[in-house]
Nanobody
Framework: QVHLVESGGGWVQPGGSLRLACTSS????????MGWFRQAPGKERELVAA????????YYSDSAEGRFSISRDNGRHELFLQMNKLTPEDSAVYFC????????????????WGQGTQVTVSS
């Protein structure tokens, strides 16, 4: 069993930054890709960024490219998402997720999920 817990969400003004963290426990996530998804009210859950077990494999959505940075510490079982230049359109619940094998791009590909952390960007 894998347990994922997100932290670091909150309220920030437009242009601000937040750093999300996800801590995993239970079975080690060796050879698992991990990703950050987000879901705004009335919208589908979308992949924001993902990273493979091999750390140089990363993916960013068009909206995240150049503003967000995903990283992971395999030894400490942690996943991070540094979010800069936030806009109100980034407001959503952000979820940490993991899957065996390579990075994939849809929510249905991911086996393990955290409960999410709310990010609100407003003035």
């Amino acid at each position: 069993q894998v347990h994922l817990v997100e932290s670091g969400g909150g309220w920030v003004q437009p242009g601000g930054s937040l750093r999300l963290a996800c801590t995993s426990s239970g079975r080690p996530l060796n050879n698992h890709a991990m990703g950050w998804f987000r879901q705004a009210p009335g919208k589908e859950r979308e992949l924001v960024a993902a990273i493979g077990w091999i750390l140089d494999i990363t993916y960013y959505s068009d909206s995240a490219e150049g503003r967000f940075s995903i990283s992971r510490d395999n030894g400490r079982h942690e996943l991070f998402l540094q979010m800069n230049k936030l806009t109100p359109e980034d407001s959503a619940v952000y979820f940490c997720a993991a899957k065996a094998g390579d990075v994939r791009y849809t929510a249905s590909d991911y086996e393990y999920w955290g409960q999410g952390t709310q990010v609100t960007v407003s003035s």
